[in-house]
């Protein structure tokens, strides 16, 4: 089974472009997709971006995803103080699996 | 409007069940997956399982297996996630989430959560 392994914690200043990594373990990684969810303080996960780049209606342009090989990221473009959060990746190979998590802190 | 609407706050003993209700609004209930995904206080998401609410089947995390159920009850729209041999560990919050399924160029399949519910505290004290 596929392992999704994600830094930690993240920080930027508003304005700034953070990206978040997420790397994968399973031989077959490049053919499975990537998903993105956001967690507020207190509120349930969003979704942020899913099969790797897409946004759904009212996610802003700011986010951004990628995949290449194992690895995928999210960017966030013009930070701002209301994107202070968890977000975590996910992927499903025949059981869905979450990345550890990321918190980010706008400083 | 799409939203999973999920029971109650319970508190229950160590050994005991529980069991959390997930009613859908807004949406074909039998057109779309149910999964069930919990988080510990301070902790990542952990996925327990799904179904399929058109045909009833079920698929749940190895670690979970065998202490797992999820049910529907199609004519009220609404999904159960039932966890026996409650422990300590097992206090979290637990989330509905409805999920789309598809295949791209017929080869790649995709699977993800859309929509969430509001999720339903557990403690096992």
């Known amino acids: 089974q596929s392992v999704l392994t994600q830094p930690p914690s993240a920080s930027g200043t508003p304005g700034q472009r953070v990206t978040i990594s997420c790397s994968g373990s399973s031989s077959n990684m490049g053919s499975i997709y990537i998903y993105w969810y956001q967690q507020l303080p207190g509120t349930a996960p969003k979704l942020l971006i899913y099969m790797n780049n897409q946004r759904p209606s009212g996610v802003p342009d700011r986010f951004s995803g990628s995949k290449s090989g194992t690895s995928a990221s999210l960017a966030i473009s013009g930070l701002r103080s209301e994107d202070e959060a968890d977000y975590y990746c996910?992927?499903?190979?025949?059981?869905?699996?979450f990345g550890g998590g990321t918190k980010l802190t706008v400083l | 409007q799409v939203q999973l609407v999920q029971s109650g706050a319970e508190v229950k003993k160590p050994g005991a069940s529980v069991k959390v209700s997930c009613k859908a609004f807004g949406f074909t209930f039998t057109d779309f997956d149910i999964n069930w995904v919990r988080q510990a206080p301070g902790q990542g998401l952990e996925w327990l399982g799904w179904m399929n609410p058109h045909s009833g089947n079920t698929g749940y995390s190895q670690k979970f297996q065998g202490r797992v159920t999820v049910t529907r009850n199609t004519s009220i729209t609404t999904a159960y996630m039932e966890l026996s041999s409650l422990r300590s560990e097992d206090s979290a919050v637990y989330y509905c989430a409805r999920a789309q399924r598809g295949v791209v160029a017929t080869i790649f399949h995709f699977y993800y959560i859309d929509v969430w519910g509001k999720g339903t505290t557990v403690t096992v004290s």
């Open positions: 996910a992927t499903w190979d025949g059981s869905m699996l």
